[in-house]
């Protein structure tokens, strides 16, 4: 059989999905083995790769559809596939300081809010003291488990 990347050697039967599942797992067992009690997240919200990490996170939010109905849907799929596992709720990039702010009261219903702002969002506005007020009202209502 002819290889389509005959550089590209493999070293025991996995490949594919299978060759990801494996390199998860050893990056989890070790990351386990150094601290019990790291935190592995990955981008994997399928069962298959749900005894390879602690945490799904929701990836880059597409900025040319509706945030939080993408977001909202991403956090569906994470937790009907791995429904024990923490859920990033991710928050980058964002298209305007209004929908950042929108989905960061979203944000504890999701799961863990995410935070990949301190001063301006990619718009180039800058948050404000009620922004930060916002974040911390954010993470209060995830620590407390109470929803808007």
Not at 41 to 58: E, K, Q, S
Not at 64 to 88: F, W
Request: charged fraction near 20%; include cysteine.
């Amino acid at each position: 059989m002819h290889h389509p990347l005959p550089l590209l050697r493999r070293h025991g039967p996995e490949w594919g999905v299978g060759l990801l599942h494996k390199l998860l797992w050893i990056l989890y067992d070790e990351a386990k083995r150094c601290k019990p009690d790291a935190l592995v997240m990955t981008h994997t919200p399928n069962p298959y790769f749900a005894g390879v990490t602690d945490m799904i996170r929701l990836n880059d939010v597409n900025t040319g559809a509706d945030v939080l109905a993408q977001m909202v849907h991403r956090a569906k799929v994470a937790r009907a596939a791995c429904p024990h596992l923490l859920i990033d709720t991710d928050n980058w990039p964002m298209p305007s300081l209004g929908a950042w702010r929108e989905y960061t009261r979203l944000q504890p219903e999701l799961g863990i809010p995410s935070l990949y702002f301190a001063t301006h969002v990619d718009s180039g506005e800058a948050l404000t003291p009620e922004d930060y007020a916002l974040v911390r009202a954010a993470w209060d209502r995830h620590r407390k488990g109470t929803k808007a």
